[in-house]
């Protein structure tokens, strides 16, 4: 059965099957050549994947990235960045990693801020002298921070599956993901300054104000939605509305940039947008099911505990494999796959749950730089114009920022628990 499951996914990946189809219809050949069972469990096992209260974050936060991008929400926060960086060495560069980083702490989405953020910032950047290579690899590698910042899609989809905090969460992505974006600072300043490009401005107090007071209500919009999921006002799916809500009050009577006649049309690139999410998390859980019918997860923690009894350890295995799976299958797809397996053995060894849990969404990002699924990647791609083999140098350096943190996380717990447990207390005590 298994071995069904196994080659007919990776054929249909080959010829170019959407992953959603190709999960689904490879677990429906698993279960129907493989065993006797009435194939309704098939649409059971769908239903009972997606029927989360928790998941119901995820088409509301889809949404507000939508209504955020179209109310002028987004060009306010690059315009803030450009403000307070752009008379740095690379300011432009590192206005949109700040942008990015602001935009994530609203949209939990990657794919979200790369098309917002990086659409407004690419062409600014290759007028600047940015090659295109290096320009794509940028705001893929800002945009990733969508899944890490909180408050992220990937964190709430991982919190439905193993009963985790979803504040616990987003508390414990903040440090990487703030560090992430310094590194990624840091990387602009040296190919600025390498390449004798982007500089020549200067700090302006005037300016930063007339920023901040014009961007004012798009930058306090991360405090109302994480700050009220972390103080416990409001779940993490009552925040989605929240962000959606506010997002059309700002664009509408604020900025007075969203019209009624966009309405209708957001919600249609919402609702596709959710689908798509929503059909991989459905078809990918009927993998667990066939994977708990062949023991899959008892034979594959007794292999791995042959091999070491280190949480650690454990934990950088499961990222390797991790990794090495979402170049391949959206991340979304493996999650549901993978952590029914390893999330018990971790958590009856007694690891830091929210250490593995950051590490884990780490290593999706990961899987959306990579081809040659990769939504990031290609996203980028093509807002820059840039073909692979421009991007790859680039590319190596920012994976290589991201790598460097996953391995930070593991053997600094510090780096992911600190926060949740100075706001929240610790894990025992949540």
Do not use: H
């Amino acid at each position: 059965m298994i071995a069904i499951v196994v080659v007919s996914l990776i054929v249909m990946i080959i010829l170019g099957v959407p992953i959603c189809f190709a999960v689904g219809l490879s677990g429906f050949l698993g279960l129907y050549f493989g065993t006797n069972l009435d194939l309704y469990i098939v649409v059971q096992r769908f239903i009972s994947g997606i029927n989360s209260f928790s998941l119901m974050a995820v088409p509301l936060f889809i949404l507000g990235g939508a209504i955020m991008d179209k109310a002028g929400i987004s060009k306010r926060i690059v315009g803030f960045a450009a403000a307070m960086f752009s008379w740095l060495r690379g300011g432009l560069s590192i206005c949109c990693v700040a942008a990015n980083m602001i935009f994530a702490g609203i949209s939990g989405s990657g794919a979200a801020a790369v098309s917002a953020i990086g659409g407004i910032t690419a062409p600014a950047m290759k007028a600047k002298g940015y090659k295109p290579g290096f320009v794509a690899a940028l705001i893929g590698g800002a945009g990733s921070l969508g899944p890490v910042i909180p408050p992220s899609v990937d964190m709430i989809v991982f919190a439905s599956i193993t009963g985790l905090s979803v504040g616990r969460m987003f508390m414990g992505g903040m440090l990487p993901g703030l560090v992430i974006g310094l590194c990624l600072m840091i990387f602009c300043y040296i190919y600025a300054r390498v390449n004798n490009i982007d500089y020549g401005g200067k700090f302006v107090v005037s300016e930063v104000i007339v920023a901040l007071k014009e961007s004012i209500w798009a930058l306090i919009m991360p405090f109302i939605v994480i700050g009220g999921v972390i103080c416990g006002i409001f779940t993490a799916t009552e925040a989605g509305v929240v962000a959606c809500v506010y997002g059309m009050i700002v664009g509408a009577f604020v900025y007075k940039e969203l019209k009624w006649k966009d309405i209708i049309p957001l919600f249609k690139q919402a609702t596709e947008n959710t689908c798509q999410v929503m059909m991989i998390i459905g078809a990918s859980t009927i993998y667990g099911y066939i994977f708990s019918l062949a023991n899959v997860g008892d034979i594959v923690c007794n292999f791995i505990l042959s091999l070491t009894d280190s949480t650690t350890m454990i934990m950088l295995m499961t990222a390797g494999f991790m990794i090495f799976v979402g170049c391949f299958m959206e991340s979304l797809a493996a999650m549901p796959i993978i952590l029914p397996i390893v999330y018990p053995l971790l958590e009856s060894m007694g690891a830091n749950m929210t250490q593995f849990g950051v590490m884990f969404c780490l290593c999706t990002v990961l899987g959306g730089l990579t081809p040659p699924v990769g939504i990031y990647l290609f996203l980028s791609m093509s807002i820059a114009k840039a073909k692979i083999q421009e991007i790859i140098p680039y590319l190596l350096v920012v994976v290589g920022i991201i790598v460097a943190v996953i391995l930070t996380a593991a053997f600094v717990p510090g780096l992911t628990s600190f926060l949740p447990d100075m706001i929240m207390g610790p894990m025992g005590a949540s």
